[in-house]
T-cell receptor, first 114, second 115 residues
Framework: GEKVEQHESTLSVREGDSAVINCTYT??????FPWYKQEAGKSLHFVID?????DRKQSQRLIVLLDKKAKRFSLHITATQPEDSAIYFC?????????????FGIGTLLSVKP | EAAVTQSPRNKVAVTGGKVTLSCNQT?????MYWYRQDTGHGLRLIHY???????EKGDIPDGYKASRPSQENFSLILELATPSQTSVYFC??????????????FGEGTRLSVL
């Protein structure tokens, strides 16, 4: 079945620097890739997504890149701020006969130091 | 406003007991999901559903059953709870049919302790 590997389990950056989180997936039928943010003790909140018909998407300071050939996608957070500190999860979804299965990576703990 | 509501928020159960975790969504979403979150494992998919009456196995279904009696409700059932099922459980719902708004929405989580 589909597997999603999230390559950085922890990431520490200085405020104002960029942070990059990388994920790979196994199923070529995956077509939708959302990212979520989880603050300590809270639930997951959607931050940005990308579909397989594009290779780049930006929303304010967040950029997602998708390389379908390499089955790799990444989240870039520019001009990081302390409030960006959280766990970030990547996910991949494929539409099948049994609905949309959504598989997550293990998460990256991002620390933004002042 | 779109919402996913889980109950209970906290539960302490005894080994061998039956536990039912409930999830309700008011978003008219087709897809619903149950995950558990454990340190070092991220979120793992237990069961999911693409509509009322359907349940599908996820990646770690052993020891769990699911029920989707209606579009709004999706339950996770532990018939014989074990300490290894101590975890935080998240329910999510998503609309597969809406191309412009597909990201599943998560509930607040249920913290389950099996003693």
């Amino acid at each position: 079945g589909e597997k999603v590997e999230q390559h950085e389990s922890t990431l520490s950056v200085r405020e104002g620097d960029s942070a990059v989180i990388n994920c790979t997936y196994t199923d070529t039928a995956s077509s939708y890739f959302p990212w979520y943010k989880q603050e300590a003790g809270k639930s997951l909140h959607f931050v940005i997504d990308i579909r397989s018909n594009v290779d780049r998407k930006q929303s304010q300071r967040l950029i997602v890149l998708l390389d379908k050939k390499a089955k790799r996608f990444s989240l870039h957070i520019t001009a990081t701020q302390p409030e960006d500190s959280a766990i970030y999860f990547c996910a991949a979804s494929m539409r099948g006969s049994s609905g949309n299965k959504l598989i997550f990576g293990i998460g990256t703990l991002l620390s933004v130091k002042p | 406003e779109a919402a996913v509501t889980q109950s209970p928020r906290n539960k302490v159960a005894v080994t061998g007991g039956k536990v039912t975790l409930s999830c309700n969504q008011t978003n008219n979403h087709n897809n619903m999901y149950w995950y558990r979150q454990d340190t070092g494992h991220g979120l793992r998919l237990i069961h999911y559903s693409y509509g009322a009456g359907s349940t599908e196995k996820g990646d770690i279904p052993d020891g769990y059953k699911a029920s989707r009696p209606s579009q709004e409700n999706f339950s996770l059932i532990l018939e014989l709870a074990t300490p290894s099922q101590t975890s935080v459980y998240f329910c999510a719902s998503g609309d597969a049919g809406n191309y412009n708004n597909q990201a599943p929405l998560f509930g607040e989580g249920t913290r389950l302790s099996v003693l």
